[in-house]
């Protein structure tokens, strides 16, 4: 497969954008909740911070949470700098499905080893470890020699978020580094899945079908973490994963099969969206057990939505379904078109690109 060679800026692209508003918006709630351009510690404590005893006391949700908080505004704009500069130049080339997996495992496994590496106390924000994923697969793209760029592209990036460190005395090194080695060795990975596909699977997955694959398998992995899977499958432990991974095998080979029949985009897209509301309605009423509207988070926006939420949690979570189901209707209208049309031309495409493919 030729190389890609990107200029110095790449126009971001949707998974881009779907990552800075979160984070712009989850930033920009605390600074209002504060009321200024910075967060207290306290406040990035409430809401997600990663701190030295999280994992001990299994709050794992903090490993995702932390990278979408920043202190002040200054560090949420070098941070969605970076993510703008690097994330446009690899979303376009390994598509919004790999990109969003690599920027969180990048997130979760930077934190990981940032945590590991500190000996004291701590409280860490922010996307940084996760921008730093992003260079590192870039750089792997290079070394695979699917990158058409100079060193310099590397020297002068790399340089520039050395140089940016260090001009803040408070940054965390050990998210940056297990941040960049995280990108760097998932990237890598998934080249090698890519490779392994090619034996395995007949069809190559339109990218809107890879996201939606890729957000239920991070509901599958959360509700795995739950008490309830493990009530409900009997399997503590690794056993569980291994049934998670085995029906997640599965469901991806009945997708692959139904992308080869004719009009099975259009079948696939349909079952995406049912499959997206039934996830929905299942965390509702999740959450709707084990909710209290008299719980105080300190967020009226939130207080009142438990108010509501909490006493209709069935109602809700049913609208929130609905919702769900049209949104993933309206944003995958054009595979849904090419699939109605289909007369048999579809299947024969995707399964020429899969031939075509060899690695990311």
Same mark, same amino acid.
């Given at each position: 497969?030729?190389?890609?060679? =990107?200029?110095?800026?790449?126009?971001?692209?949707?998974?881009?954008?779907? &990552?800075?508003?979160?984070?712009?918006?989850?930033?920009?709630?605390?600074?209002?909740?504060?009321?200024?351009?910075?967060?207290?510690?306290?406040?990035?404590?409430?809401?997600?911070?990663?701190?030295?005893?999280?994992?001990?006391?299994?709050?794992?949700?903090?490993?995702?949470?932390?990278?979408?908080?920043? +202190?002040?505004? +200054?560090?949420?704009?070098m941070n969605m700098l970076?993510?703008?500069?690097?994330?446009?130049?690899?979303?376009?080339?390994?598509?919004?499905?790999?990109?969003?997996?690599?920027?969180?495992?990048?997130?979760?496994?930077?934190?990981?080893?940032?945590?590991?590496?500190?000996?004291?106390?701590?409280?860490?924000?922010?996307a940084s470890g996760a921008?730093?994923?992003?260079?590192?697969?870039?750089?792997?793209?290079?070394? &695979?020699?699917?990158?058409?760029?100079?060193?310099?592209?590397?020297?002068?990036?790399?340089?520039?978020?050395?140089?940016?460190?260090?001009?803040?005395?408070?940054?965390?090194?050990?998210?940056?580094?297990?941040?960049?080695?995280?990108?760097?060795?998932?990237?890598?990975?998934?080249?090698?899945?890519?490779?392994?596909?090619?034996?395995?699977?007949?069809?190559?997955?339109?990218?809107?079908?890879?996201?939606?694959?890729?957000?239920?398998?991070?509901?599958?992995?959360?509700?795995?973490?739950?008490?309830?899977?493990?009530?409900?499958?009997?399997? =503590?432990?690794?056993? &569980?994963?291994?049934?998670?991974?085995v029906a997640c095998c599965?469901?991806?080979?009945?997708?692959?099969?139904?992308?080869?029949?004719?009009?099975?985009?259009?079948?696939? +897209?349909?079952?995406?969206?049912?499959?997206?509301?039934?996830?929905?309605?299942?965390?509702?009423?999740?959450?709707?057990?084990?909710?209290?509207?008299?719980? =105080?988070?300190?967020?009226? =926006? &939130?207080?009142?939505?438990?108010?509501?939420?909490?006493?209709?949690?069935?109602?809700?979570?049913?609208?929130?379904?609905?919702?769900?189901?049209?949104?993933?209707?309206?944003?995958?209208?054009?595979?849904?078109?090419?699939?109605?049309?289909?007369?048999?031309? +579809?299947?024969?495409?995707?399964?020429?690109?899969?031939?075509?493919?060899?690695?990311?």
């Amino acid at each position: 497969m030729p190389s890609f060679r =990107p200029g110095f800026f790449e126009v971001p692209h949707a998974a881009v954008y779907a &990552l800075m508003t979160v984070t712009v918006l989850a930033s920009g709630f605390c600074f209002i909740q504060a009321g200024g351009p910075a967060a207290p510690a306290e406040l990035l404590y409430r809401y997600g911070g990663m701190y030295s005893g999280a994992i001990a006391r299994h709050e794992y949700w903090r490993l995702l949470a932390y990278g979408f908080l920043h +202190v002040n505004f +200054v560090h949420l704009t070098m941070n969605m700098l970076c993510l703008v500069l690097w994330g446009g130049h690899l979303e376009r080339r390994i598509g919004p499905a790999y990109f969003l997996i690599i920027y969180l495992c990048a997130m979760v496994f930077g934190a990981i080893i940032g945590n590991g590496i500190h000996s004291t106390p701590y409280l860490t924000v922010g996307a940084s470890g996760a921008t730093s994923g992003i260079l590192g697969a870039l750089l792997c793209l290079w070394i &695979l020699g699917k990158l058409d760029v100079g060193f310099d592209f590397f020297a002068i990036n790399i340089g520039l978020n050395i140089a940016f460190a260090l001009g803040n005395s408070r940054i965390d090194w050990g998210v940056h580094l297990g941040g960049f080695a995280a990108g760097l060795i998932a990237c890598a990975v998934l080249d090698i899945i890519e490779k392994a596909n090619s034996w395995a699977l007949r069809c190559k997955f339109p990218e809107a079908v890879k996201v939606n694959l890729t957000l239920l398998a991070c509901v599958a992995a959360l509700w795995a973490w739950s008490g309830q899977a493990q009530a409900i499958a009997a399997a =503590p432990g690794w056993g &569980l994963v291994i049934i998670i991974v085995v029906a997640c095998c599965a469901v991806v080979k009945m997708v692959d099969l139904a992308l080869s029949m004719k009009k099975g985009l259009a079948i696939v +897209v349909t079952v995406s969206a049912a499959a997206n509301a039934v996830a929905v309605m299942l965390s509702g009423w999740a959450l709707g057990s084990s909710c209290s509207p008299r719980w =105080p988070t300190g967020s009226i =926006p &939130l207080d009142n939505f438990l108010v509501i939420f909490c006493p209709n949690p069935v109602l809700i979570s049913g609208l929130a379904a609905i919702g769900v189901a049209a949104l993933t209707l309206w944003l995958c209208a054009k595979e849904i078109s090419r699939g109605i049309e289909d007369v048999g031309f +579809v299947g024969t495409s995707l399964r020429a690109e899969r031939s075509r493919r060899h690695g990311l």
